[in-house]
Protein backbone atom coordinates (compact mmCIF):
# COMPACT_ATOMS: atom_id res chain seq x y z
CA UNK A 1 0.00 0.00 0.00
CA UNK A 2 1.09 3.44 -0.94
CA UNK A 3 -1.37 5.82 0.36
CA UNK A 4 -0.25 7.56 3.75
CA UNK A 5 3.16 7.66 2.84
CA UNK A 6 5.29 11.31 1.87
CA UNK A 7 5.82 12.18 -1.04
CA UNK A 8 7.14 15.52 -3.06
CA UNK A 9 4.34 17.75 -5.04
CA UNK A 10 4.05 21.23 -5.86
CA UNK A 11 1.53 23.12 -3.83
CA UNK A 12 -0.13 26.25 -5.52
CA UNK A 13 -1.04 28.45 -2.28
CA UNK A 14 -2.38 31.54 -4.63
CA UNK A 15 -1.55 33.63 -7.57
CA UNK A 16 2.52 33.37 -8.20
CA UNK A 17 2.82 30.95 -4.84
CA UNK A 18 4.08 27.37 -5.96
CA UNK A 19 6.02 25.42 -3.09
CA UNK A 20 6.91 22.24 -3.64
CA UNK A 21 6.48 20.69 -0.45
CA UNK A 22 5.98 17.11 1.29
CA UNK A 23 2.87 15.99 1.32
CA UNK A 24 0.63 12.61 2.63
CA UNK A 25 0.05 10.36 -0.46
CA UNK A 26 -3.47 10.27 -1.51
CA UNK A 27 -5.35 7.19 -0.22
CA UNK A 28 -6.88 4.61 -2.94
CA UNK A 29 -10.90 4.04 -2.07
CA UNK A 30 -13.41 2.10 -4.16
CA UNK A 31 -13.45 2.97 -7.77
CA UNK A 32 -10.30 5.14 -7.65
CA UNK A 33 -6.55 4.45 -9.11
CA UNK A 34 -3.21 5.51 -7.50
CA UNK A 35 -0.75 6.37 -10.42
CA UNK A 36 3.24 6.48 -10.18
CA UNK A 37 3.50 9.96 -12.00
CA UNK A 38 6.68 9.57 -14.42
CA UNK A 39 6.02 12.82 -16.70
CA UNK A 40 3.59 16.15 -16.22
CA UNK A 41 3.92 18.38 -19.04
CA UNK A 42 3.60 22.18 -18.64
CA UNK A 43 0.36 23.70 -20.01
CA UNK A 44 -0.82 27.87 -21.02
CA UNK A 45 -3.61 27.05 -18.92
CA UNK A 46 -0.99 26.40 -16.33
CA UNK A 47 0.66 29.23 -16.74
CA UNK A 48 -2.63 31.31 -17.09
CA UNK A 49 -3.39 30.04 -13.23
CA UNK A 50 -0.22 30.67 -11.92
CA UNK A 51 0.05 34.36 -13.14
CA UNK A 52 -3.68 35.06 -12.45
CA UNK A 53 -6.16 32.77 -11.15
CA UNK A 54 -8.72 30.44 -12.72
CA UNK A 55 -12.03 31.26 -14.04
CA UNK A 56 -15.28 29.04 -12.61
CA UNK A 57 -13.57 28.51 -9.03
CA UNK A 58 -12.75 25.18 -10.01
CA UNK A 59 -9.09 25.66 -8.30
CA UNK A 60 -9.91 26.02 -4.60
CA UNK A 61 -5.76 26.66 -2.76
CA UNK A 62 -3.89 25.47 -1.81
CA UNK A 63 -4.16 22.42 -3.95
CA UNK A 64 -1.78 20.09 -5.82
CA UNK A 65 -1.03 21.76 -9.55
CA UNK A 66 -1.03 20.66 -12.67
CA UNK A 67 -3.33 18.86 -15.28
CA UNK A 68 -1.47 17.13 -18.05
CA UNK A 69 0.02 13.65 -16.98
CA UNK A 70 1.19 9.83 -17.91
CA UNK A 71 2.62 7.12 -15.02
CA UNK A 72 2.40 3.87 -14.27
CA UNK A 73 -0.59 2.34 -12.06
CA UNK A 74 0.88 1.90 -7.94
CA UNK A 75 -2.23 0.91 -6.58
CA UNK A 76 -5.86 0.07 -7.76
CA UNK A 77 -8.92 0.49 -5.99
CA UNK A 78 -11.45 -2.34 -4.92
CA UNK A 79 -14.21 -2.48 -7.88
CA UNK A 80 -11.47 -1.68 -10.81
CA UNK A 81 -11.53 -4.43 -13.14
CA UNK A 82 -9.76 -4.03 -16.41
CA UNK A 83 -6.87 -1.49 -14.73
CA UNK A 84 -3.56 -3.50 -13.04
CA UNK A 85 -0.82 -2.42 -11.34
CA UNK A 86 2.61 -1.33 -13.26
CA UNK A 87 0.01 -0.49 -16.34
CA UNK A 88 1.38 2.87 -18.05
CA UNK A 89 -1.63 5.05 -18.14
CA UNK A 90 -2.78 8.58 -19.04
CA UNK A 91 -6.38 9.97 -17.82
CA UNK A 92 -8.17 13.23 -18.80
CA UNK A 93 -8.17 16.02 -16.12
CA UNK A 94 -12.39 15.57 -16.06
CA UNK A 95 -15.26 13.17 -16.05
CA UNK A 96 -19.00 13.85 -17.17
CA UNK A 97 -21.43 12.88 -14.63
CA UNK A 98 -23.40 11.46 -17.23
CA UNK A 99 -26.45 12.66 -16.01
CA UNK A 100 -27.17 16.61 -15.72
CA UNK A 101 -29.04 18.56 -18.68
CA UNK A 102 -25.80 19.32 -20.38
CA UNK A 103 -24.73 15.39 -20.64
CA UNK A 104 -28.03 14.50 -21.91
CA UNK A 105 -27.52 17.00 -24.78
CA UNK A 106 -23.99 14.95 -25.19
CA UNK A 107 -22.46 18.48 -24.06
CA UNK A 108 -19.94 16.13 -21.83
CA UNK A 109 -17.38 19.15 -21.91
CA UNK A 110 -20.16 21.27 -20.11
CA UNK A 111 -21.22 19.09 -17.50
CA UNK A 112 -22.64 20.55 -14.43
CA UNK A 113 -21.61 17.92 -12.18
CA UNK A 114 -17.98 17.48 -13.74
CA UNK A 115 -15.06 15.76 -11.67
CA UNK A 116 -11.79 17.95 -12.25
CA UNK A 117 -8.36 16.07 -11.63
CA UNK A 118 -5.50 18.48 -10.40
CA UNK A 119 -2.29 17.24 -9.22
CA UNK A 120 -0.07 16.04 -12.18
CA UNK A 121 2.98 18.20 -10.69
CA UNK A 122 3.84 15.33 -7.92
CA UNK A 123 5.03 11.86 -7.44
CA UNK A 124 2.17 10.21 -7.35
CA UNK A 125 -1.78 11.76 -8.54
CA UNK A 126 -5.66 9.42 -7.65
CA UNK A 127 -7.43 9.23 -10.57
CA UNK A 128 -11.17 9.77 -8.77
CA UNK A 129 -13.75 7.08 -9.47
CA UNK A 130 -15.98 9.55 -12.06
CA UNK A 131 -12.92 9.47 -14.38
CA UNK A 132 -11.79 6.10 -13.97
CA UNK A 133 -14.75 5.14 -14.88
CA UNK A 134 -14.64 7.42 -18.45
CA UNK A 135 -11.79 8.90 -19.27
CA UNK A 136 -8.56 6.53 -18.54
CA UNK A 137 -6.56 5.48 -21.51
CA UNK A 138 -3.42 2.71 -21.45
CA UNK A 139 -0.74 3.83 -23.24
CA UNK A 140 0.93 1.63 -25.66
CA UNK A 141 4.18 0.29 -25.04
CA UNK A 142 6.26 3.12 -27.76
CA UNK A 143 4.61 6.31 -26.87
CA UNK A 144 6.90 8.18 -24.38
CA UNK A 145 5.34 9.58 -21.31
CA UNK A 146 5.84 13.10 -21.80
CA UNK A 147 3.87 12.06 -25.36
CA UNK A 148 0.91 10.63 -23.97
CA UNK A 149 0.33 13.44 -21.31
CA UNK A 150 -0.06 15.74 -24.43
CA UNK A 151 -3.03 14.17 -24.64
CA UNK A 152 -4.72 16.53 -23.16
CA UNK A 153 -4.38 19.69 -24.70
CA UNK A 154 -4.88 17.92 -28.33
CA UNK A 155 -8.16 16.17 -27.03
CA UNK A 156 -9.29 20.07 -26.39
CA UNK A 157 -7.84 21.28 -29.70
CA UNK A 158 -9.29 18.39 -31.57
CA UNK A 159 -12.76 18.94 -29.93
CA UNK A 160 -12.77 22.64 -30.87
CA UNK A 161 -11.82 21.86 -34.14
CA UNK A 162 -14.17 19.13 -35.29
CA UNK A 163 -16.76 22.22 -34.91
CA UNK A 164 -15.28 24.16 -37.40
CA UNK A 165 -15.93 21.49 -40.36
CA UNK A 166 -13.05 22.47 -42.41
CA UNK A 167 -13.46 21.59 -46.18
CA UNK A 168 -10.59 20.29 -48.30
CA UNK A 169 -9.01 22.56 -49.72
CA UNK A 170 -9.36 25.45 -47.54
CA UNK A 171 -7.86 27.71 -46.23
CA UNK A 172 -6.41 28.03 -42.58
CA UNK A 173 -4.73 30.91 -40.22
CA UNK A 174 -3.81 30.44 -37.14
CA UNK A 175 -3.10 33.00 -34.89
CA UNK A 176 -0.69 31.99 -32.35
CA UNK A 177 2.94 30.15 -32.82
CA UNK A 178 3.07 28.21 -29.03
CA UNK A 179 1.72 24.84 -28.25
CA UNK A 180 -1.53 24.88 -28.70
CA UNK A 181 -1.57 26.63 -32.47
CA UNK A 182 1.20 24.00 -33.23
CA UNK A 183 -1.24 21.42 -32.59
CA UNK A 184 -4.39 23.40 -34.26
CA UNK A 185 -1.54 23.32 -37.55
CA UNK A 186 -1.44 19.42 -37.49
CA UNK A 187 -4.95 18.69 -37.06
CA UNK A 188 -5.79 21.16 -39.22
CA UNK A 189 -3.59 19.60 -42.16
CA UNK A 190 -4.85 16.20 -41.10
CA UNK A 191 -9.15 17.40 -41.42
CA UNK A 192 -7.91 18.26 -45.08
CA UNK A 193 -6.77 21.94 -44.93
CA UNK A 194 -4.58 22.84 -48.03
CA UNK A 195 -3.25 25.95 -46.88
CA UNK A 196 -2.23 26.37 -43.42
CA UNK A 197 -1.03 30.53 -42.33
CA UNK A 198 0.73 30.45 -38.67
CA UNK A 199 0.87 34.41 -37.37
CA UNK A 200 3.50 34.91 -34.28
CA UNK A 201 6.16 36.66 -33.13
CA UNK A 202 8.86 34.28 -32.14
CA UNK A 203 10.81 33.44 -35.10
CA UNK A 204 11.70 29.70 -33.56
CA UNK A 205 8.55 28.83 -33.09
CA UNK A 206 7.77 29.62 -36.20
CA UNK A 207 10.24 27.67 -37.93
CA UNK A 208 8.67 24.95 -35.52
CA UNK A 209 5.53 25.45 -37.46
CA UNK A 210 7.21 25.08 -41.12
CA UNK A 211 8.13 22.12 -40.09
CA UNK A 212 5.44 21.01 -38.65
CA UNK A 213 3.88 21.56 -41.90
CA UNK A 214 2.81 24.89 -41.45
CA UNK A 215 2.81 26.35 -45.65
CA UNK A 216 3.55 29.88 -44.47
CA UNK A 217 4.23 31.89 -41.68
CA UNK A 218 3.75 35.14 -40.80
CA UNK A 219 5.74 37.41 -37.99
CA UNK A 220 4.45 40.85 -36.93
CA UNK A 221 1.80 42.87 -35.17
CA UNK A 222 -1.77 42.01 -35.49
CA UNK A 223 -2.17 44.70 -39.00
CA UNK A 224 0.58 42.97 -40.24
CA UNK A 225 -0.61 39.49 -39.83
CA UNK A 226 -4.03 41.11 -41.11
CA UNK A 227 -2.33 42.34 -44.36
CA UNK A 228 -0.05 39.45 -45.18
CA UNK A 229 -3.09 36.43 -44.62
CA UNK A 230 -5.64 38.42 -46.78
CA UNK A 231 -2.36 39.03 -49.31
CA UNK A 232 -2.13 34.92 -49.40
CA UNK A 233 -5.68 34.74 -49.77
CA UNK A 234 -5.90 36.47 -52.89
CA UNK A 235 -7.80 39.75 -50.45
CA UNK A 236 -10.22 37.36 -49.71
CA UNK A 237 -9.12 36.03 -46.51
CA UNK A 238 -8.67 32.87 -44.30
CA UNK A 239 -11.90 30.37 -44.39
CA UNK A 240 -10.63 29.59 -41.03
CA UNK A 241 -9.62 31.40 -38.17
CA UNK A 242 -8.39 30.26 -35.19
CA UNK A 243 -7.20 32.11 -32.43
CA UNK A 244 -5.15 30.17 -30.10
CA UNK A 245 -3.47 32.90 -27.64
CA UNK A 246 -6.26 34.10 -25.18
CA UNK A 247 -6.70 37.71 -25.53
CA UNK A 248 -9.10 40.22 -26.56
CA UNK A 249 -6.92 41.92 -28.78
CA UNK A 250 -6.37 38.39 -31.39
CA UNK A 251 -9.76 37.54 -30.80
CA UNK A 252 -10.84 41.06 -32.69
CA UNK A 253 -8.23 40.18 -35.03
CA UNK A 254 -9.26 36.68 -36.11
CA UNK A 255 -12.41 38.38 -37.03
CA UNK A 256 -10.93 40.82 -39.76
CA UNK A 257 -8.35 38.18 -41.30
CA UNK A 258 -11.80 35.69 -41.99
CA UNK A 259 -13.24 35.39 -45.42
CA UNK A 260 -17.16 35.98 -46.04
CA UNK A 261 -18.84 33.36 -44.82
CA UNK A 262 -16.06 32.17 -42.92
CA UNK A 263 -15.62 30.60 -39.59
CA UNK A 264 -13.95 31.80 -36.37
CA UNK A 265 -12.53 29.93 -33.96
CA UNK A 266 -11.93 31.90 -30.44
CA UNK A 267 -9.76 29.31 -28.47
CA UNK A 268 -7.75 30.51 -26.27
CA UNK A 269 -9.14 31.45 -22.97
CA UNK A 270 -8.76 35.53 -22.13
CA UNK A 271 -8.28 37.00 -18.53
CA UNK A 272 -11.28 37.31 -16.27
CA UNK A 273 -13.71 39.99 -17.14
CA UNK A 274 -12.44 40.26 -20.69
CA UNK A 275 -14.44 41.75 -23.17
CA UNK A 276 -14.50 42.15 -27.09
CA UNK A 277 -16.05 44.38 -29.60
CA UNK A 278 -17.90 42.81 -33.43
CA UNK A 279 -18.85 45.05 -35.77
CA UNK A 280 -22.54 43.65 -35.89
CA UNK A 281 -22.43 44.77 -39.67
CA UNK A 282 -19.36 41.76 -39.84
CA UNK A 283 -21.41 39.16 -38.71
CA UNK A 284 -24.55 39.70 -40.75
CA UNK A 285 -23.67 40.77 -43.78
CA UNK A 286 -20.05 39.00 -43.89
CA UNK A 287 -22.41 35.77 -42.76
CA UNK A 288 -19.33 34.97 -40.34
CA UNK A 289 -19.21 31.47 -38.05
CA UNK A 290 -17.97 33.12 -34.64
CA UNK A 291 -17.52 29.61 -32.55
CA UNK A 292 -16.23 29.32 -28.98
CA UNK A 293 -14.51 26.25 -27.50
CA UNK A 294 -13.88 24.71 -24.04
CA UNK A 295 -12.30 21.77 -22.74
CA UNK A 296 -13.14 18.32 -24.60
CA UNK A 297 -15.33 14.92 -23.71
CA UNK A 298 -13.87 11.39 -22.97
CA UNK A 299 -14.27 10.80 -26.70
CA UNK A 300 -11.50 13.44 -27.86
CA UNK A 301 -9.39 12.40 -25.35
CA UNK A 302 -9.39 8.98 -26.29
CA UNK A 303 -8.64 9.94 -30.10
CA UNK A 304 -6.17 12.35 -29.41
CA UNK A 305 -4.15 9.46 -27.92
CA UNK A 306 -5.04 7.67 -30.61
CA UNK A 307 -3.33 10.08 -32.99
CA UNK A 308 -0.29 10.54 -31.09
CA UNK A 309 0.46 7.24 -30.91
CA UNK A 310 -0.03 6.84 -34.82
CA UNK A 311 2.72 9.41 -35.30
CA UNK A 312 -0.42 11.30 -37.40
CA UNK A 313 0.13 14.48 -34.84
CA UNK A 314 3.97 15.24 -33.62
CA UNK A 315 4.57 15.81 -29.70
CA UNK A 316 8.30 15.40 -29.37
CA UNK A 317 9.12 18.97 -31.36
CA UNK A 318 6.65 20.94 -29.10
CA UNK A 319 8.20 19.39 -25.78
CA UNK A 320 11.76 21.74 -25.56
CA UNK A 321 12.80 21.18 -22.18
CA UNK A 322 12.56 18.48 -19.38
CA UNK A 323 13.14 19.81 -15.54
CA UNK A 324 12.65 17.82 -12.48
CA UNK A 325 9.96 18.60 -9.92
CA UNK A 326 11.98 20.47 -7.57
CA UNK A 327 12.26 23.19 -10.78
CA UNK A 328 8.60 23.63 -11.34
CA UNK A 329 8.80 27.08 -10.52
CA UNK A 330 11.64 27.80 -12.45
CA UNK A 331 9.85 26.05 -15.07
CA UNK A 332 6.98 28.50 -14.84
CA UNK A 333 9.11 31.65 -14.96
CA UNK A 334 10.81 30.24 -17.86
CA UNK A 335 7.80 29.58 -20.13
CA UNK A 336 6.62 33.52 -18.92
CA UNK A 337 9.67 34.68 -20.10
CA UNK A 338 11.61 32.21 -22.80
CA UNK A 339 10.99 33.40 -26.53
CA UNK A 340 11.80 29.18 -27.61
CA UNK A 341 10.45 27.17 -25.01
CA UNK A 342 7.21 25.58 -26.14
CA UNK A 343 6.28 23.08 -23.31
CA UNK A 344 8.32 21.73 -20.40
CA UNK A 345 8.22 18.11 -19.05
CA UNK A 346 8.03 17.64 -15.57
CA UNK A 347 10.20 14.54 -14.42
CA UNK A 348 9.14 13.35 -10.58
Not at 99 to 118: A, I, P, Q
Request: hydrophobic share 40%; net charge neutral; with cysteine.
Amino acid sequence: MVGGKKMKAAMLYGVGDLRVENVNVPEVKAGEVLVKVRAATTCGTDVKIFQRGYVGGVIRYPTVFGHEWAGDVAEVGEGVSWIKEGMRIRAGNSGPCLRCRMCEKEDYNLCENMTWLWGAYAEYIKVPAPIVRVNIQEIPSHVAYEEAAVAEPLACCLYGIEKCNIGTGDNVAIIGDGPIGLLHLQLARLKGASRVIVCGLIEDRLTTAKNLGANMTVKGDAGECISRVRQLTDGYGADLVIEAVGLPATWEQALKMVRKGGTVLEFGGCPPGSVIKVETELLHYSDITLLGSFHATPVHFKRALNLIASGAVKIRPIITRKMGLDEVKDAFHILSTSKKDLKIAVIP
